[in-house]
């Protein structure tokens, strides 16, 4: 089996048919495999959730910073100076005992890509996209969430126009951490609402 061939058996069905497609535009030179190539290395290096992460370690210790972030999301993440340019309308909810948020967008995948990157395959699944609305407390508990019955979970629907971000709440035992060790216990999943942070002892020293 030559290298392109064994290459070529890893990859996904999809991953194959985005491969044949972008080489079938390529040679009508329609797109530049170059900025391809540089716009998935931008939102893989650059921009990601990392950038989210240091947006909630800067709201669990700075009361002012989180007041505004909660107030006008685009503003006090654009005042940060972490990204060029932060969507239009970004709306930040936080998830505090006894309620919980959670974000979907049940018409396509609208996701706040400068602040979270990529969006994962599963949160543009039409099964995720259906059943969050539908079963939201049944979702959740797949993503291993199980929350008390009287937690009440709203169900946000992101727009091209409007995009969430969760703030999830600190984890216990976290007390005088630097931002940078905070920022390592926030997922991807948790400003989606879909998950927790890590807890304490999961981050060393």
Partial sequence: MS???HNHSELSPVQLRVRALETILSAKG???PAALDLIVERYQTRIGP????GVIARAWVDVEFKRALLADATSAIAALGV???VGDHLIAIENVPGHHDMVV??????YPWDVLGLPPVWYKSAAYRSRAVSDPRGVLADFGVVLPEDTQIRVWDSTAETRFLVVPPRPAGTEGWPEERLARLVTRDCMIGTGL????EEIPT
């Fill in 3 to 5: 290298p392109d061939e």
């Fill in 50 to 53: 990392h950038i989210g992460a």
């Fill in 83 to 85: 990204v060029n340019h």
């Fill in 105 to 110: 967008c049940t018409l396509c995948s609208c």
């Fill in 30 to 32: 329609y797109i530049d």
């Fill in 197 to 200: 942070p890590r807890r304490a």
